[in-house]
């Protein structure tokens, strides 16, 4: 008798462990004020996100953190956004994905199809007293891309003299080979004021394999790692501490996006039907995706 209540015992404990276990991992993935997904870091193949096919031209994925789970911080950080990019139209415009409130942060995007590389931070226009802010952008682009053909963009914020004596500076690359850099009077990017990701493009183009680095990624790292997934140990390992977010886009059905970084900002695709309605979108999934082979 004594023994089977032993064993009753520790069935519960181990019962009750599992279901804090379990709880633990729902919130690390699905957090967030706005409805968030549990979604899983599948790979069902070489899947891409198709933007041309939202609804309402206005479709976006926003995987968040909390006050708990916080995405890692960029301000006074180097920093290196990635993603594959391919448009429909000579006139792409938009975000393809961002750390940003639209005055503080960081973004890659596309202006007519030249790639931007964007940081924001906040300035003191008047010393006061009261002192007054504003905000302060700078952004390097890069050569119009081709329409309907895959390219990789990477976007560095650096602390290097490689390719400028100022630092940091911003530095733009296209298929692995850089393209140019602009200044940014010697400032960093501001942490936004919300804790979000946002995957979104305002028309025509595909994206996959979005990648943002708390660091700066050195010419051969991005070219190292450009055309394979990253994966587990090895020369492209998604387990560094400097991967902030990774969205490999190869769910292939659903609204659900996972972050492969570790963190766990998993969201959901949504677009805009009206006033306060985010109904999710689940019908962009296309295939092949960008060039890459899958991590080994």
Not at 40 to 54: E, H, L, P, Q
Request: charged share 15%.
């Amino acid at each position: 008798m004594k023994k089977i209540r032993q064993f009753k015992g520790n069935l519960s404990l181990l019962l009750i462990l599992a279901i804090v276990v379990l709880c633990a991992g729902f919130f690390i993935v699905s957090c967030g004020n706005k409805p968030q997904r549990k979604a899983k870091d599948t790979n069902k193949g070489a899947y891409a996100i198709d933007f041309s096919k939202c609804p309402t031209n206005s479709c976006s994925a926003t995987p968040q953190g909390n006050l708990t789970t916080r995405i890692p911080d960029i301000s006074n950080h180097q920093l290196t956004l990635e993603a594959w990019v391919k448009t429909s139209v000579s006139t792409t415009t938009g975000s393809i994905f961002k750390r940003s409130d639209g005055a503080r942060g960081v973004e890659l995007a596309l202006s007519a199809n030249a790639p931007q590389f964007t940081i924001r931070h906040v300035i003191i226009t008047s010393p006061g007293p009261p002192a007054i802010t504003g905000t302060e952008a700078f952004t390097v682009s890069g050569s119009a891309l081709i329409t309907g053909l895959w390219y990789h963009i990477a976007g560095v914020l650096s602390n290097a003299d490689t390719h400028m004596a100022e630092t940091p500076h911003l530095d733009i690359y296209v298929n692995g080979a850089y393209q140019s850099s602009a200044t940014t009077n010697s400032n960093f990017a501001d942490n936004p004021s919300h804790e979000e990701v946002a995957v979104s493009f305002l028309n025509g183009a595909v994206i996959d394999e979005l990648r943002v680095w708390g660091s700066r990624r050195t010419d051969t790292e991005i070219n190292n790692c450009m055309n394979t997934e990253l994966g587990i140990g090895g020369t492209c390992d998604r387990g560094v501490p400097e991967l902030a977010a990774y969205y490999r886009l190869n769910e292939g059905e659903g609204a659900d996006v996972a972050d492969s970084s570790g963190y766990g900002f998993a969201g959901g695709f949504e677009y805009i039907r009206g006033a306060g309605d985010f109904p999710p979108w689940e019908n962009g999934w296309v295939t092949p995706g960008a060039p890459i082979s899958p991590a080994d």
